[in-house]
């Protein structure tokens, strides 16, 4: 059952919008590194080229939307108070960015002293961020207890790990370490817990909210959000330890990886089933956002599969391309387009005087201009799904779709922050000559 919203608690509408803002800039970023380094970007999933693309897009692009959407659902959804809110979106916020381009510029260029630079800003922005979060989950009197709520918890905590183990990564390039580390290992648990624990965990939570809400389907069955967000935390786990036990590929692992794909297969099934039988039959950009995002996750689990039958290495960069920018991407770029107008006609609705109307939600961002920019992004997907396969023919063309794609999307937000400013200024205007 979903949970009333307590509006009145959501915080400034600066704290979570530098973030959006931000988002689609790093994804136009490594549109334009994928444009300059071509093939060589997808020849290898360890080549310096490939792993900064990587971090543009889950540092840059998921982690910064995340942030920015945990930091207006927790007081929204939840009643938890982010302590000192503004200030904690804002030095999590340059922190992060700063981090990530770091990163991005050490593992291009392996250099161990902007690997120590990165882990400084990104440690203290990730570590401030749980901090926080912690916080207020503790000091909140009656927490709201729901599925959202219960997931998100999970996810912070899937992120928890996520920092250690590329904290740890971070500082074998930094520091020589007196023990060998088993790099592969570790970067394989890193990814693990990145994407299916911190992105795909939180994706479950706020689709658990915002699916029935915004797509007006029925909620999801109380089994599924009762057990699925937990049940994939423990698979996950276990799939760590027996890969930690092993250190390399044993049936044990094979099937508890099974698992957790059949979690997220029964995720994706379950939500494109709703969205099927929504109460509005005519889909918006959003709709189609969700789909494609869902298609996507079924796609990867065909590609998982595909890789256990044999020996395809190259399959390695389909499937995390799919899961990236096909399942995460797809669905954070989808929900900006609810988010940011929301968020928009929200705050003015409250800064306007007697006599005055804020702008409606439809009219910040047209669903027509939203459904355009979908057609550009799932041309994107394709293209760059196709890259990994044949990086010769299609790298180009793909890095210049989602150039297009990216850009379009941070075209489309930052002008409803210029309607949202010149509303307000106007607002504010007529209300001093009166």
Same mark, same amino acid.
């Given at each position: 059952m979903e949970r009333v919203l307590a509006f009145e608690q959501a915080p400034s509408l600066t704290g979570p919008l530098r973030f959006f803002l931000s988002a689609p800039l790093f994804a136009f970023a490594a549109a334009i590194l994928l444009l300059w380094q071509g093939p060589e970007a997808l020849a290898s999933r360890?080549?310096?080229? *490939?792993?900064?693309? +990587?971090?543009?897009?889950?540092?840059?692009?998921?982690? &910064?939307?995340?942030?920015?959407?945990?930091? @207006?659902?927790?007081?929204?959804?939840?009643?938890v108070s982010i302590p000192k809110a503004h200030t904690t979106a804002v030095g999590v916020h340059l922190l992060l960015v700063s981090g990530t381009a770091l990163l991005v510029a050490a593992f291009w260029h392996t250099q161990p002293g902007l690997f120590?630079?990165?882990?400084?800003?990104?440690?203290? $922005? =990730?570590?401030?961020?749980?901090?926080?979060?912690?916080i207020g989950l503790w000091q909140a009197r009656r927490p709201a207890s729901n599925a959202t709520v219960n997931t998100i918890t999970m996810a912070l905590a899937a992120l928890t790990v996520t920092v250690i183990l590329g904290a740890t990564l971070a500082s074998a390039f930094a520091w020589p370490l007196p023990l060998s580390l088993p790099l592969l290992l570790l970067t394989d648990l890193h990814a693990a817990w990145g994407l299916l624990g911190w992105v795909g965990l939180l994706v479950i939570g706020v689709a658990? @909210?915002?699916?029935?809400?915004?797509?007006?389907?029925?909620?999801?069955?109380?089994?599924?959000t009762r057990w699925l967000a937990a049940s994939l935390l423990g698979l996950l786990l276990l799939w760590s330890i027996a890969a930690i036990v092993f250190q /390399?590929?044993?049936?044990?692992? *094979?099937?508890? $990886?099974?698992?957790?794909?059949?979690?997220?297969?029964? =995720?994706?099934?379950? *939500?494109?089933?709703?969205?099927?039988? /929504?109460? /509005?039959?005519?889909?918006?950009?959003?709709?189609? =956002?969700?789909?494609?995002?869902?298609?996507? %996750?079924?796609?990867?689990?065909?590609?998982?599969?595909l890789q256990q039958s044999g020996n395809y290495p190259q399959l390695s960069l389909t499937l995390g391309m799919l899961f990236i920018v096909g399942f995460g991407y797809s669905v954070i770029n989808g929900m900006l387009y609810k988010i940011v107008p929301f968020l928009v006609w929200y705050h003015l609705q409250h800064s306007m005087r007697k006599g005055q109307r804020a702008p409606s939600v439809r009219d910040v961002i047209p669903d027509s201009i939203a459904v355009r920019q979908f057609a550009a992004?799932?041309?994107?997907?394709?293209?760059?799904?196709?890259? +990994?396969l044949w990086p010769a023919g299609l790298t180009h063309v793909a890095a210049l779709a989602?150039?297009?794609?990216?850009?379009?999307?941070?075209?489309?937000? =930052? @002008?409803?922050?210029?309607?949202? %400013?010149?509303?307000?200024?106007?607002?504010?205007? &007529?209300?001093?000559?009166?």
């Amino acid at each position: 059952m979903e949970r009333v919203l307590a509006f009145e608690q959501a915080p400034s509408l600066t704290g979570p919008l530098r973030f959006f803002l931000s988002a689609p800039l790093f994804a136009f970023a490594a549109a334009i590194l994928l444009l300059w380094q071509g093939p060589e970007a997808l020849a290898s999933r360890w080549s310096p080229a *490939t792993l900064a693309l +990587t971090h543009l897009l889950t540092l840059g692009f998921l982690a &910064s939307s995340m942030i920015g959407a945990l930091i @207006q659902i927790l007081p929204v959804v939840a009643g938890v108070s982010i302590p000192k809110a503004h200030t904690t979106a804002v030095g999590v916020h340059l922190l992060l960015v700063s981090g990530t381009a770091l990163l991005v510029a050490a593992f291009w260029h392996t250099q161990p002293g902007l690997f120590k630079l990165a882990l400084i800003c990104l440690g203290t $922005a =990730f570590v401030w961020l749980l901090l926080a979060c912690a916080i207020g989950l503790w000091q909140a009197r009656r927490p709201a207890s729901n599925a959202t709520v219960n997931t998100i918890t999970m996810a912070l905590a899937a992120l928890t790990v996520t920092v250690i183990l590329g904290a740890t990564l971070a500082s074998a390039f930094a520091w020589p370490l007196p023990l060998s580390l088993p790099l592969l290992l570790l970067t394989d648990l890193h990814a693990a817990w990145g994407l299916l624990g911190w992105v795909g965990l939180l994706v479950i939570g706020v689709a658990f @909210q915002v699916v029935p809400m915004f797509q007006v389907t029925s909620v999801y069955p109380g089994h599924i959000t009762r057990w699925l967000a937990a049940s994939l935390l423990g698979l996950l786990l276990l799939w760590s330890i027996a890969a930690i036990v092993f250190q /390399r590929s044993h049936w044990s692992t *094979t099937i508890l $990886a099974a698992l957790v794909l059949s979690g997220y297969l029964v =995720f994706a099934l379950t *939500t494109l089933y709703l969205l099927w039988h /929504r109460k /509005r039959p005519k889909p918006d950009a959003t709709t189609w =956002f969700w789909r494609a995002s869902m298609g996507s %996750l079924l796609a990867s689990g065909a590609i998982w599969l595909l890789q256990q039958s044999g020996n395809y290495p190259q399959l390695s960069l389909t499937l995390g391309m799919l899961f990236i920018v096909g399942f995460g991407y797809s669905v954070i770029n989808g929900m900006l387009y609810k988010i940011v107008p929301f968020l928009v006609w929200y705050h003015l609705q409250h800064s306007m005087r007697k006599g005055q109307r804020a702008p409606s939600v439809r009219d910040v961002i047209p669903d027509s201009i939203a459904v355009r920019q979908f057609a550009a992004h799932l041309i994107a997907l394709l293209l760059l799904v196709g890259a +990994t396969l044949w990086p010769a023919g299609l790298t180009h063309v793909a890095a210049l779709a989602l150039a297009v794609s990216s850009g379009w999307l941070w075209l489309n937000l =930052f @002008q409803a922050t210029r309607l949202y %400013l010149r509303v307000k200024r106007n607002a504010e205007s &007529s209300l001093v000559v009166a």
